[in-house]
T-cell receptor, first 114, second 109 residues
Framework: EAAVTQSPRSKVAVTGGKVTLSCHQTNNHDYMYWYRQDTGHGLRLIHYSYVADSTEKGDIPDGYKASRPSQENFSLILELASLSQTAVYFC?????????????FGEGSRLIVV | GQQVQQSPASLVLQEGENAELQCNFSSTATRLQWFYQHPGGRLVSLFYNPSGTKHTGRLTSTTVTNERRSSLHISSSQTTDSGTYFCAIASYGNEKITFGAGTKLTIKP
């Protein structure tokens, strides 16, 4: 089974500070995604990537940057963290965007901005 | 953009009862998946099912593509089925995978 690991698993950040969430996958998947989940809600897509050195905006990209330096690694960057960015962040990977393979999720990174 | 609506938002059943979860989507989905989220937060894929019916154990997923709907049926529910179930879709030519808001299922002993 595909392995997707996220770090850190939990973080407390101060408002205005910089936060980097990292994601690493070991199955050579082309596609990687960052989602956020707010308490009691579904997942919303922030950024995704289908090839190294390229990223695409999802549905809620404002306030976030993404970086895909290699096929295995995909980072989410909050340059100026805000209270509204308190959430659980999930990284996922899959083989192909449209034609079928399942998403594999990491265990999530809980971010609290104070 | 593509939209996904799940119903009911929450469902409480007694152990042994059957559960029926619904997913409706706004555009033709070339890729539809059902996920289960453990109470602790981990998400696991249950079905990849863009059309037709699939079974695994006590779970059955049925997707009617031209009616833009999918269902997840859980038979003889168990307390360990408690958690949140999500439907997610992607459409042709769109790599974005959009999730519904989920159905929170609680199975009482």
């Amino acid at each position: 089974e595909a392995a997707v690991t996220q770090s850190p698993r939990s973080k407390v950040a101060v408002t205005g500070g910089k936060v980097t969430l990292s994601c690493h996958q070991t199955n050579n998947h082309d596609y990687m995604y960052w989602y956020r989940q707010d308490t009691g809600h579904g997942l919303r897509l922030i950024h995704y990537s289908y090839v190294a050195d390229s990223t695409e905006k999802g549905d809620i990209p404002d306030g976030y940057k993404a970086s895909r330096p290699s096929q295995e690694n995909f980072s989410l960057i909050l340059e100026l963290a805000s209270l509204s960015q308190t959430a659980v962040y999930f990284c996922a990977s899959s083989d192909q965007g449209n034609s079928g393979n399942t998403l594999y999720f990491g265990e999530g990174s809980r971010l609290i901005v104070v | 953009g593509q939209q996904v609506q799940q119903s009911p938002a929450s469902l409480v059943l007694q152990e042994g009862e059957n559960a029926e979860l619904q997913c409706n989507f706004s555009s033709t989905a070339t890729r539809l998946q059902w996920f289960y989220q453990h109470p602790g937060g981990r998400l696991v894929s249950l079905f990849y099912n863009p059309s037709g019916t699939k079974h695994t154990g006590r779970l059955t997923s049925t997707t009617v593509t031209n009616e833009r709907r999918s269902s997840l049926h859980i038979s003889s529910s168990q307390t360990t089925d408690s958690g949140t179930y999500f439907c997610a879709i992607a459409s042709y030519g769109n790599e974005k995978i959009t999730f519904g808001a989920g159905t929170k299922l609680t199975i009482k002993p």
